[in-house]
């Protein structure tokens, strides 16, 4: 069994440029979210896809923008990338039905990014 | 909004010792709290979670968390630290923000095991 897996492990960009990164849930799972884990922090929540709609988004600005396809994958982008953007981004799934307060996400093992 | 504090950024046990890493949390409904860890260039493993059936929650690998509302706390523990615990650890609360459910991660606390 599958579990998250995201695309690449690590990308080195230039600041300005478009990232794409790309995460598969675990099977079973028809919800994605993003988070983005800056070096010495914990992870922040980014936004939230399910059935291929943007269902919630945390404090970032409309640079980050995503995607969740009909296999329920998803993908992040991120446009006009400024050092700031230098982090681990990871992708945890959920299953809608059964995801209670107390169900845990399962993560991926994340992108490193790295603007310069 | 609910958030979670971690004290210590950084803490330090011999091996054989006691791991004791702090979480307090701040909330205004009864918490769902998580305990997950991170080891180097990989993603966040789920430790244990606190679902209210009991104060005190065991998970994985030895840690235990004990559910403390008088101090709104929940604080991990190992009796006895290894070398392969060595990583980085984190404190979570649930919510749910409209539609969707969403963690809050506190800033972590980097845990050293000296032999």
């Known amino acids: 069994d599958a579990g998250v897996t995201q695309s690449p492990t690590h990308l080195i960009k230039t600041r300005g440029q478009q990232v794409t990164l790309r995460c598969s849930p675990k099977s079973g799972h028809d919800t994605v979210s993003w988070y983005q884990q800056a070096l010495g922090q914990g992870p922040q929540f980014i936004f939230q896809?399910?059935?291929?709609?943007?269902?919630q988004r945390g404090n970032f600005p409309d640079r980050f923008s995503g995607h969740q396809f009909p296999n329920y994958s998803s993908e992040l982008n991120v446009n006009a990338l400024l050092l700031g953007d230098s982090a681990l981004y990871l992708c945890a799934s959920s299953s809608r039905q059964t995801s209670s307060y107390n169900s845990p996400l399962h993560f991926g093992n994340g992108t490193r990014l790295t603007v310069t | 909004a609910q958030s979670v504090t971690q004290l210590g950024s950084h803490v330090s046990v011999s091996e054989g010792a006691l791991v004791l890493l702090r979480c307090n949390y701040s909330s205004s409904v009864p918490p769902y709290l998580f305990w997950y860890v991170q080891y180097p260039n990989q993603g966040l493993q789920l430790l244990l979670k606190y679902t209210s059936a009991a104060t005190l929650v065991k998970g994985i690998n030895g840690f235990e968390a004990e559910f403390k509302k008088s101090e709104t706390s929940f604080h991990l523990t190992k009796p006895s630290a290894h070398m392969s615990d060595a990583a980085e650890y984190f404190c979570?609360?649930?919510?749910?923000?409209?539609?969707?459910?969403?963690?809050?991660f506190g800033s972590g606390t980097q845990l050293t095991v000296l032999p």
């Open positions: 979570a609360v649930s919510a749910y923000s409209g539609s969707a459910r969403q963690l809050t």
């Open positions: 896809y399910y059935e291929e709609e943007e269902r």
